[in-house]
């Protein structure tokens, strides 16, 4: 299965050493900014701008339902997906608090929850089918279910930089989808899989070991070795449509936060086909999800916040908001050793 086509480049260097002095310039010793003076070299590379701005913010939260929840991996029954999906709009869930108070526009999926939801001006139905199968017995999906959901996320993260969004983010709900995280991780960085699965919603011990059971039977089924088969027999409708994203918003040169375990799942499967998507992802905290810290090695990244957060829904990228806000105006606002007359250092 070959994956969709995008012009995702590397980011050039060619304004490196210009938005680098500007960084020094600033009164300040050099470097005591830390990892915002990092942030802010970074989304000015992205929009190859010495003045980035961040418009229109947006957290997209994909959700879908997971067949392999029927063999006991959560604490939790599959209906929560969709209970949750109705507390997103009716405003009453994390992400619902905490985007708000950042001025960060909510979208909602239906990727493929199992229920027919009603329409919603926050809501998207992209359903590709109400749930993926049991990838114990069979894959979670098909080629062409994988490939509409791929379409499918890019175009809905086109249609958000249509309404001149540059800086987006994405989270998830889907019961089950740590079972799905962790065997993609296991499969795509060769990590024993006892490294990469986590409690999820809360598991006990007893139930985190019949978890980690399962996902070993699971791991044993013969597959394609390419990330999108494996994605394929692995996934859900929502982490696929978050590979398609993750290659859309790079392809358009907007700055992505990346939230915690599944965002960062989804990211090493893009990652696979389009290396040049980390250059575009700004990584918000580490989660307290087992295999997300191992995730983050992976990916040589220095997340911006340590929150012990596990909750998902983008939570973290609208916490990490106001970080990504902060590097961008002490870039643009802050006065540097010449305008204020502050000597600099020899």
Avoid at 4 to 20: A, H
Avoid at 108 to 137: R, W
Wanted: hydrophobic share 50%.
């Amino acid at each position: 299965m070959l994956p969709p086509e995008f012009k995702i480049l590397p980011l050039s260097d060619l304004l490196r050493p210009s938005l680098q002095n500007k960084i020094d310039q600033k009164t300040k010793p050099l470097g005591a900014l830390g990892l915002l003076e990092s942030l802010a070299l970074q989304i000015g590379l992205i929009q190859n701008s010495l003045s980035p701005t961040l418009e229109n913010p947006c957290i997209i939260v994909f959700a879908a339902d997971h067949g392999i929840v029927e063999a006991g991996v959560s604490a939790y029954p599959q209906t929560v997906t969709r209970q949750m999906v109705d507390n997103f709009l009716a405003g009453g869930a994390a992400i619902n608090v905490l985007s708000a108070q950042q001025g960060i526009r909510l979208v909602v999926v239906d990727a493929g929850i199992n229920a027919d939801l009603a329409g919603h001006p926050q809501l998207i139905n992209a359903k590709i089918a109400k749930a993926t199968a049991n990838f114990l017995t069979q894959a979670a999906m098909t080629s062409e279910q994988c490939l509409q959901a791929l379409h499918s996320g890019a175009e809905i993260v086109l249609q958000q930089h249509q309404q001149g969004c540059n800086c987006i983010g994405f989270g998830e709900m889907a019961i089950g989808n740590t079972s799905a995280a962790a065997l993609l991780m296991h499969k795509l960085t060769g990590l024993p899989l006892a490294e990469c699965v986590g409690r999820g919603t809360g598991l006990n011990d007893a139930q985190l070991q019949q978890k980690l059971a399962l996902l070993q039977q699971a791991a044993q089924r013969q597959h394609p070795p390419e990330a999108l088969a494996i994605l394929a027999h692995f996934g859900g409708f929502e982490i696929a449509m978050m590979v398609g994203a993750y290659w859309q918003a790079a392809a358009l040169q907007m700055t992505i936060m990346v939230d915690g375990f599944i965002a960062s799942a989804a990211l090493l499967v893009a990652a696979q086909c389009y290396p040049a998507v980390l250059d575009y992802c700004v990584f918000c905290h580490a989660s307290a999800e087992r295999g997300h810290r191992a995730l983050l090695k992976h990916f040589n990244a220095t997340p911006l916040l340590n929150l012990d957060l596990r909750l998902g829904e983008g939570t973290g990228a609208a916490i990490a908001y106001p970080l990504l806000q902060s590097a961008v105006l002490f870039l643009k606002q802050m006065a540097s050793f010449g305008d204020a007359g502050v000597d600099g250092s020899h």
